[in-house]
């Protein structure tokens, strides 16, 4: 099972650092993605990351504030979020496929954990 953590209030222009980890298990072999959503509106994708050694897929909203990032063990996918913005504000999921895709389409990926509110407010 997935779980992600590291979420909460911040500030417009503050940062967070969301964790995803996985039960049982590491995430090699596993592209892992983020997505958020919002009541009201679908999920959206965020930024995603094969397992091998290749570049990462960003949502042109985040491009440039977001990073994401696996640890060597391969234990814990994070993703930085620097320069937030109250749009960045939602429930943000980690998402993983067996496949090596770094898709932005929510179909795409096949097991989701639980999310963590993100909220960006003065």
């Known amino acids: 099972q997935l779980q992600a953590s590291g979420g909460g209030l911040v500030q417009p222009g503050g940062s967070l650092r969301l964790s995803c980890t996985k039960s049982g298990g590491s995430f090699s072999r596993n592209s892992v993605a983020w997505f958020r959503q919002t009541p009201g509106r679908d999920r959206s994708f965020v930024a995603a990351?094969?397992?091998?050694?290749?570049?990462?897929n960003y949502a042109d909203s985040v491009k440039g504030r977001f990073t994401i990032s696996r640890d060597n063990a391969g234990n814990t996918v994070d993703l930085q979020m620097n320069n937030l913005k109250p749009e960045d504000t939602g429930v943000y999921y980690c998402?993983?496929?067996?496949?090596?895709?770094?898709?932005?389409?929510?179909?795409?990926?096949?097991?989701w954990g639980q999310g963590t509110q993100v909220t960006v407010s003065s």
């Open positions: 990351m094969r397992w091998i050694n290749s570049p990462a």
């Open positions: 998402a993983t496929s067996i496949s090596s895709t770094t898709s932005p389409r929510v179909t795409s990926w096949t097991s």
